[in-house]
C-alpha cells in the first residue's frame, strides 16, 4: 500500500485514530471535526454568503467540557508537521496546551505551556500519550490540585443537545469556575451583546451548584424584561430550585433568586435585601453591570456590599471606566473578553452596514430670525441651535418628518416594510413625535394593523405591554419601534434589522450596548446583517480605539469620587426601565430649578443634503472612503495592471469564482451594481473602476455576441437553447451560464428536461459543457 495515494480522510482512519485510541483515548473523548466557528457573514445587497468555517480534525477531551490537545491531520504527501500552525490557531482559541500534527507517519507534538525545554517532539504512532498523561500534565501546568479537581471536573448541563457552550463561552465558564475554585471572589466577564452572558451564567452556576461548593445564588439585574427571559430561558433547569423575588416578598426556601435591584432596595424598612442575613448568598451574579451598581456611591452597590462575603460575577459588554466609575476597580481586570469584531470574525454575530444621513439644518445649524416664534407663540431664544439642542431645547418638527420619511422609503424600495427597527430618540417626548411620524408614512399598513408602530418606553405601560411581542420572533407586530432608554441595553430582540440612530451618543458604552441591539444571527429566519441608519454622526464612534479595544482603567478614576455627575436618583419600586442620570449639567430642568423650555418649530423647511452607505471591510473595520476608491484600491493590491486581472478572468474555468474570490478579499460588487448599475456586468464594472475602461451592459455584450453570428455552427436546436442561455446571462448574469439549475427554469425548460437537453440536443454532458465555455468566452472576447 502507498500511503501518499490515500485521501487525508484515510489516512485518519487507517492510522491516526487508531494510535489514538490504542494510546487509551475513548470515543466519546475524541471529538473529530470539532466545530471552532461558523464562518463570518458577508453580506452583499440583500443576500449573504459565509466565510469557511473552522473545525478542528480532533480536539481530545478529558472530560466533555475540558479540552487538553488539538491534532491537525494531513495527507501523507505533506510533510509530518505541516499542520502545525493551523493546529495551534485552533489550539490559542481554544486554550488548548497540547498541540498534535500528523501525516499518518508519526506526530509532532507542541508544548504550548513548556519554556525551558524543546516545545516541539517527534512521536511515533504508538508512542502518542495517554488521557492520564495528559491530563496530569494538565494539572501540573493549571495548578490544579485534589480539592480543585473536584470541582474543575464537574460537568456543565448537557441535557440540551443542541445548546452546547460555543468555544469562547466553555472558555469563560471554565475560567469562572476555575477561578472560584481557587477561591477568587471577584470576577468580571466581558463578552459582546448576543454572544450568551447568560447562558455562560447558567453554565457557571450550574457546575457550582452541582459541586456544592455554592449553595445559594442571587442573580441581579435592573429590568424586568432581564429577569424574566432568565427565568423562562436560560436558567428554566433549575425548576423548583428557583424563585423570582416580586412585590417585596422573600421566601428564604430557595436555591436560585433572581431579582431587581429596585425590588431589593428602598429606605428604611423597605431594604428588603436585609431580610436575608450577610451571609445567605455564597453566590451573586450581576447582569449588566456597567450600571446600576457600578458607582461606588449608588444605593445599588449598597446590595454587594451587604453581601460582601459572597462571590461576585460582574457580567458586561461594556466594562464602565471612566473618572467616576470603575468595573474594573471592583471586580477586577477580565478574566476573559471575547469582543463584538471578535463575534463578527467567528460568525456567531451579525454584521453591519452604515447609512449615513447628512441634513442642511444639522450640517448648517438653525439660527430663528429676530421676533420668530415657535407653534405655541413663544419667541425662540436668539442663537445659533444644532443637533445637540435638537429635540431637546428645539424641535424642528420638520426634521422628525424627515428622518421617519428617509428610513419608510428605504423600506418601501427594498421591500422589507416588516424588517423589524428601533429607533433611538433624545427622549420619550421625541419617541412619541417620531412614532406620530412613522405612523403619517406608513398609514397604509397603521390601517391593516394598529400595532405596526409602536412606542416602547418607561413612562408608557401600553407600549411596554408590547415588548414581549416585538422580542417574539414569531410575532409579526409590531414591526417599527421607538424608544428613548429603554430598549438600548439587555433586552434580547434577536430579529432587529434596523437600528437607527436619532439621539446624541457620546457614551462609548451605550454606543455599544445600542448597537449590539442588532448583531444577533437568526440565520435560519433570514437575519444574518442588520443596517445602522445614523442621523446624529453617532457612528464616528467606531472609529473610536475603544470601540473594540480592550478593558482598561481610566487614569482619573478615584475610588469613591463622583466627580461632577449628580448622584443617582433613587428609581420606583421595581421599575421597568434603567434609571438614567439627567442629561447635561442642569438635567432636564433649568438652572433655577424651572422646567426647561422647549421650542417647537413647524414651520423651517428640512432638507437631506447627503447620504452615504458604509460597510465594514474584510477587517472589520468601517469604509470610510467612497466605495469606487476602495474598490479600485482592493482590485490593484491584487491586479497591479488590467493584463495582470485579464489574465486571470480568462485562465479561470468559472467566472463566478473570481467573483468569489474578490468579495472574500472585500470586494463589494453587490454594493457597486446598487450604486452604479444592475445592468452591467460585474466584469465590466470591476475594469471600469479599477482600470478605467468603458463598460457595457449585459444586454450589449449578449447583443454583440448575437451579431457575430456564433450559433450557426451549432445544430438548430443547440442554437436555440445556446440563445435562450445568453437571453438568462443578459437578464441576470454570469452565474445564469455556470450553474446547471438554469435548465430548469423558463424559457429552456421548453426545450425538455435538464436530462433530454444535455443528451439528446447536446449528445452528452461534455459536449454540453464545452457548448457553455464557449459561449462564455465569446461573451468577453476581446
Known sequence: MDKKQLTEQEIRTRFITPAIKNSGWSSAQIREEYAITKGRIIARGGTYKRDKAKFADYVLCYKPHIPVAVIEAKDNKHPIGSGMQQALDYAQ?????????????????????????????????????????????????????????????????????DKAPRYYQLNAINLAVNAIGREQNRILLVMATGTGKTFTAFQIIW??????????????????????????NDFAPFKEKMTIVRNRKVDKSYEIYLALYQGLTGEGDKEIFKQFSPGFFDLIVVDECHRGSAKADSEWREIL????????????????????????????????????????????????????????????????????????????ADREYNTRDYDRELVLEQRTKL???VVSSYLKQHDTRFDKSIFFCVDTEHADRMRQALINENADLVTENERYVMRITGDDDI??????????????????????????TGVDVQMVKNIVLDANINSMTEFKQIIGRGTRVREELGKTFFTIFDFRDAT??????????????????????????PPEPTPPDDAGETPQPPDGPEGPDGPTGEPRKKYYVHDVEVTVLKQRVQYIDKNGKLITESLTDYTRRNIREQFVSLSDFLQAWNSAARKQAVFDELAAQGVLIEELQEQIGQEFDPFDLLC???????????????????????????????????????????????????????LKVKPITEFGNPVQIVNSIFNGKENFMNALRDLTQELYAA
Not at 451548584?209 to 432568565?230: E, M, P, S, V, Y
Open 207 to 232: 457546575r457550582l451548584w452541582k459541586a456544592g461548593i455554592k449553595k445559594r445564588i442571587l442573580f441581579l439585574a435592573d429590568r424586568n424584561a432581564l429577569i424574566d427571559q432568565t427565568y423562562i
Open 403 to 405: 428622518v421617519a420619511r
Open 305 to 380: 456590599k451587604y453581601f460582601s462575603a459572597a462571590t461576585q460575577i460582574g457580567l458586561t459588554a461594556t466594562p464602565k471606566e471612566d473618572k467616576t466609575t470603575s468595573n474594573i476597580d471592583y471586580f477586577g481586570e477580565p478574566i476573559y473578553t471575547y469582543s463584538l469584531k471578535e463575534g463578527i470574525d467567528d460568525g456567531f454575530l451579525a454584521p453591519y452596514r452604515v447609512i449615513r444621513v447628512l441634513m442642511d439644518k444639522d450640517a448648517e445649524g438653525f439660527r430663528p430670525y429676530v421676533g420668530q416664534v415657535d407653534r405655541f407663540g413663544n419667541e425662540i
Open 540 to 565: 464616528r464612534l467606531f472609529a473610536d480605539p475603544d470601540f473594540d479595544g480592550p478593558s482598561e482603567q481610566d487614569e482619573s478614576f478615584t475610588p469613591g469620587d463622583d466627580g461632577t455627575l
Open 688 to 742: 471600469h473602476v479599477a482600470y478605467d475602461q468603458a463598460p457595457l451592459t449585459r444586454r450589449e455584450r449578449a447583443n454583440k455576441v448575437k451579431k457575430r453570428n456564433y450559433f450557426a455552427k451549432y445544430g438548430e436546436q443547440a442554437a436555440a437553447v445556446l440563445e435562450a442561455l445568453l437571453e438568462k446571462y443578459a437578464d441576470a448574469g454570469i452565474s445564469s451560464l455556470e450553474n446547471l439549475d438554469v
Open 463 to 488: 407600549g411596554k405591554k408590547q415588548l414581549d411581542n416585538f422580542r417574539d420572533v414569531s410575532a409579526k407586530y409590531p414591526v417599527l419601534v421607538t424608544t428613548s432608554k429603554l430598549l438600548t
Open 93 to 161: 482559541r481554544l486554550m488548548v496546551p497540547f498541540v498534535f500534527s500528523s501525516n499518518g507517519d508519526g506526530f509532532v507534538f507542541h508544548d504550548r505551556t513548556q519554556t525551558d525545554s524543546d516545545k516541539e517532539t517527534i512521536l511515533t504512532l504508538n508512542a502518542f500519550p495517554s488521557p492520564e498523561k495528559l491530563w496530569e500534565m494538565y494539572k501540573a501546568v493549571n495548578g490544579i490540585d485534589t480539592p480543585l479537581e473536584a470541582i474543575v471536573t464537574q460537568p456543565y448541563y448537557t441535557e440540551k443537545e
